[in-house]
């Protein structure tokens, strides 16, 4: 299996644009994260989605920020206008239902964004 | 009551000691602890996880040590190698609840010195 994709890698914007951050989970697996890691606040879960549908947004910082999922094997994270304060790596991450096993997350490689 | 602690921030360890990092949690409702291991450039990656219905788990070179009452649990790798040094993250989360979504602590950067 290829695992979590993400797209793109690496990001430079400048202040005011929009950043879209693409996702392919992993094929079978029913739910999807956005997680968001800085050295300040460490790995924060912003949004996840099962079967496609959101689940708990609570975590996305303020409207600037928004995810789509528009089938099973494509997300989006979309940040418009785009901050400084927004320079982060963001890890998308899927996992299939398990149930009392415990569900195993597994990880993208991250999209490295940086605002200028 | 959501958070999980974690410590130290950054371990030094010299090749071949053991490296003990530790988590404490507050929700009696988590039922699942996971290790993740995070390289350089990398997403986080699952090392090792427990269930509090046992005190102990064991693979390899790494072990968690679980204290329900306590609600504390720990990182152990013995014989460590300069290919640990990497970031480490505990975790915590409800199986049955939410899909499983994980909340994670702070990170500890190990390093281990040849």
């Known amino acids: 299996d290829a695992g979590v994709i993400q797209s793109p890698r690496h990001e430079v914007t400048e202040m005011g644009q929009e950043v879209t951050l693409r996702c392919k989970p992993i094929?079978?697996?029913?739910?999807l994260f956005w997680y968001r890691q800085t050295m300040m606040r460490g790995l924060e879960l912003l949004i996840y989605?099962?079967?496609?549908?959101?689940?708990?947004d609570s975590g996305m910082p303020e409207d600037r920020f928004s995810a789509k999922m528009p089938n099973a094997s494509f997300s989006t994270l979309k940040i418009q206008p785009s901050e400084p304060r927004d320079s982060a790596v963001y890890f998308c991450?899927?996992?299939?239902?398990?149930?009392?096993?415990?569900?195993?997350?597994?990880f993208g490689e991250g999209s490295w964004l940086t605002v200028v | 009551q959501q958070q999980v602690k974690q410590s130290p921030q950054s371990l030094i360890v010299q090749k071949g000691g053991i490296s003990i990092i530790n988590c404490a949690y507050e929700?009696?409702?988590?039922?699942?602890f996971p290790w993740y291991q995070q390289f350089p450039g990398k997403g986080p990656a699952l090392l090792i996880a427990?269930?509090?219905?046992?005190s102990e788990k064991k693979e390899g070179r790494f072990t968690i040590s679980f204290n329900k009452s306590a609600k504390q649990f720990s990182l152990h790798i013995m014989d460590s190698q300069p290919g640990d040094s990497a970031t480490y993250f505990c975790?915590?989360?409800?199986?049955?609840?939410?899909?499983?979504?994980?909340?994670f602590g702070q990170g500890t950067e190990l390093s281990v010195k040849p």
């Open positions: 991450a899927s996992s299939q239902d398990r149930g009392a096993a415990g569900n195993t997350i597994y």
């Open positions: 094929s079978g697996h029913d739910y």
């Open positions: 989605f099962n079967n496609n549908v959101p689940i708990d």
């Open positions: 929700n009696t409702a988590f039922d699942y």
């Open positions: 427990i269930r509090p219905d046992v």
């Open positions: 975790a915590a989360s409800m199986r049955r609840v939410q899909g499983g979504k994980l909340i």
